[in-house]
């Protein structure tokens, strides 16, 4: 589909668009890349476009030069948890995605899980630990209560920064102690034993699923973004009724959050066919090797219109 497709506003609607990237997270390598890899698809759609990198410049210049609205790309904290959208708001700068709450809520594991069991979502069982207050004595206890096998992941990272696998006391206790480097709360949950998928949503629709496979532990940081071995099957491989479940959960998984215009929702499969629950993700990946961009290939979306896509839910 062309870049000016009769749907979409012309480059020159949008006027003078600041691509936020970097930040300050954990995640600051991949934000850049995912940032320039949307600006280089604005500005060869004509879009008058700008990288902005709040790290190193005031949210402020936003006003003062001018700019008409923001394309959000920061991954992880200041950028993905609604600080930098509050900042947008009271600053009257329109932005793209999901906003301060959805955003908030989507950032926070333990929160998205809390409103998932109130919904009737499946999402495996777990249990949360603060870091001033965690015993490790407790290991050989939560193992047993979770099944034997956990994954551990700080509550507020993304890109699996900090996620681990334990199947012993120690290597849990070691597990929870790294995780809270990143974060003073850390959640522990059942390891689900099955393939894992990843839904992505576009306005309102929940794109073809995509499966991976990874010879690493589990579908890591090097996975996601240093190795060559991590596979990606879209389609899927899953039933049209599965594919149709699938896309039905991970919809109604991203909107109980409050989550709009786009993002992904990751899933596991159990054994027993079983589809449970793991994140939403409110601003996902954007490098040309993403998972959002494959699905929506798939969907027959190019990258360049899924960036429009996404911009003009700003209008």
């Known amino acids: 589909m062309s870049a000016h497709d009769l749907s979409l506003p012309s480059p020159e609607a949008f006027g003078k668009v600041a691509v936020l990237l970097g930040g300050e997270s ?23 476009a700008h990288p902005f990198d709040p790290s190193e410049r005031s949210v402020y210049e936003l006003v003062s030069e001018k700019f008409d609205r923001a394309f959000i790309i920061l991954h992880g904290r200041g950028g993905e948890d609604g600080v930098m959208q509050g900042a947008l708001e009271q600053l009257g700068v329109p932005y793209t995605g999901t906003g301060v709450l959805g955003s908030a809520l989507a950032m ?44 551990v992941k700080p509550s507020h990272e993304g890109s699996s920064v900090g996620m681990a696998k334990a199947s012993d006391a120690k290597s849990l206790a070691s597990a929870i102690e790294n995780a809270f480097v990143y974060d003073d709360n850390v959640l522990v949950e059942a390891y689900i034993d099955g393939p894992e998928y990843t839904v992505a949503i576009l306005d309102g629709k929940a794109l073809p699923s995509i499966r991976m496979t990874s ?10 973004y240093k190795t060559d071995t991590t596979e990606y099957f879209c389609p899927s491989g899953l039933p049209l009724a599965q594919e149709s479940e699938l896309g039905r959960l991970a919809l109604t998984a991203f909107e109980a959050l409050s989550g709009k215009g786009w993002g992904r929702v990751d899933v ?48």
């Not at 109130?118 to 209560?145: G, M, W």
């Not at 010879?215 to 996601?224: I, L, S």
């Not at 090797?289 to 969907?299: C, F, R």
């Open 26 to 48: 954990a995640e600051r390598e991949v934000s850049l890349a995912s940032g320039y890899a949307v600006l280089e698809a604005l500005l060869d759609a004509g879009v008058n």
């Open 215 to 224: 010879p690493h532990v589990f579908y890591d940081y090097d996975a996601k």
């Open 108 to 151: 926070d594991k333990v929160l998205s899980k809390l409103v998932w069991s109130a919904r009737n979502l499946p999402t495996a069982e777990y249990r949360v630990f603060d870091k001033q207050s965690f015993n490790a004595n407790e290991c050989e206890h939560i193992l047993k209560d979770l099944g034997g096998v956990v994954m």
């Open 268 to 315: 596991m499969r159990h054994q027993d066919g079983t589809f449970y629950l793991l994140e939403s993700n409110t601003v996902p990946g954007m490098t040309k090797k993403s998972l959002v961009p494959k699905a929506a290939k798939q969907a027959d979306i190019s990258f360049q219109q899924l960036v429009l896509q996404i911009l003009a839910k700003s209008m």
